[in-house]
């Protein structure tokens, strides 16, 4: 695994992403250009009830989605993350499992 100095990965295998956690308990994903890749990640969307704190009402979260080995428990190339689909991904057919490093809170309940 490649680290940058300021501790951040490598762009050689993260994808920079925003997690957006709305008052009425939606999820949504955007790139760092603001595009909505919510459909792109059903898998996160579905974790994310399962992390979150009672006490979280709304959030921005500044993270790194990353390809990741479930099997030898390590982080993959980015050319692997790029093999998933793009749109309407069903979580059924994921064949890439990806990982999540939240690394900034930008926006909590409101504040």
């Not at 898998?43 to 790194?64: A, Y």
């Not at 499992?97 to 409101?110: E, S």
Request: aromatic share 8%; charged share 30%.
């Amino acid at each position: 695994m490649q680290y940058k100095s300021q501790g951040k990965m490598s762009s050689s295998f993260q994808v920079p992403e925003q997690i957006h956690i709305l008052e009425s308990g939606e999820v949504r994903i955007f790139s760092r250009n603001q595009e909505d890749n919510t459909s792109k990640y059903p898998d996160i969307i579905s974790r994310i009830p399962k992390v979150k704190k009672d006490s979280v009402v709304s959030c921005v979260l500044d993270s790194e989605a990353v390809a990741w080995d479930r099997e030898k428990k390590q982080i993959q190339p980015f050319q692997v993350l790029t093999t998933r689909k793009r749109k309407d991904v069903d979580a059924s057919e994921i064949k890439v499992q990806v990982c999540v490093y939240a690394f900034d809170l930008l926006y909590l309940n409101g504040e």
